[in-house]
């Protein structure tokens, strides 16, 4: 890597994270497709996810509330570094090419925790659409190995039909 692509591989960063994430406009309307990060102290209940060196998400599938605030406890139980990435299926494979070419990333946004191995992290979250979004593993390879996973969101109605 040369010193001219250092600003160019950090704007792609960025930018992966920043849309991710989703964000607010400065009317202060939420446009995140996901949701946006939750306050700990709002979270209304904890949802325990595995995550093992089979690259596999255990459980695999969680059915929240729209408006619903959940803190996921993340338990790397494997011997590889792993990670939870929540996005749309679009922005996770984005991000899973960008991280092929650069495996050395390291992620720090609200919608992603990586973990070492026997360790544990958290992401704190507050789903504000219903539909179903996605969870995944983005170290090289694992996502491609199958290391994913879906959040279905039901909205007020109870449905969760839209896919992000």
């Known amino acids: 890597m040369t010193l001219k692509s250092i600003p160019t591989l950090a704007a792609l960063v960025l930018a992966a994270g920043a849309s991710l994430a989703g964000g607010q406009h400065a009317d202060g309307h939420d446009d995140g497709a996901i949701g946006r990060p939750g306050i700990a102290a709002q979270a209304t209940r904890t949802v325990r996810i595995d995550m093992s060196d089979a690259m596999r998400f255990t459980p695999s599938s969680v059915a929240v509330k729209q408006g619903e605030t959940v803190r996921f406890v993340v338990k790397n139980s494997g011997r590889l570094k ?61 996502y491609d190995a199958g290391m994913k996973g879906t959040v279905q969101v039901a909205g007020k109605d109870g449905h969760a039909d839209h896919e992000y």
């Open 82 to 142: 792993h990670e939870m990435v929540l996005g749309t299926e679009k922005e996770l494979k984005a991000h899973d090419e960008l991280m092929k070419k650069n495996p050395e990333m390291e992620h720090a946004d609200d919608n992603m925790v990586s973990v070492a191995p026997g360790r544990t992290g958290e992401i704190v979250w507050r789903f504000t659409r219903a539909g179903k979004i996605t969870f995944a593993c983005l170290q090289p390879g694992h």
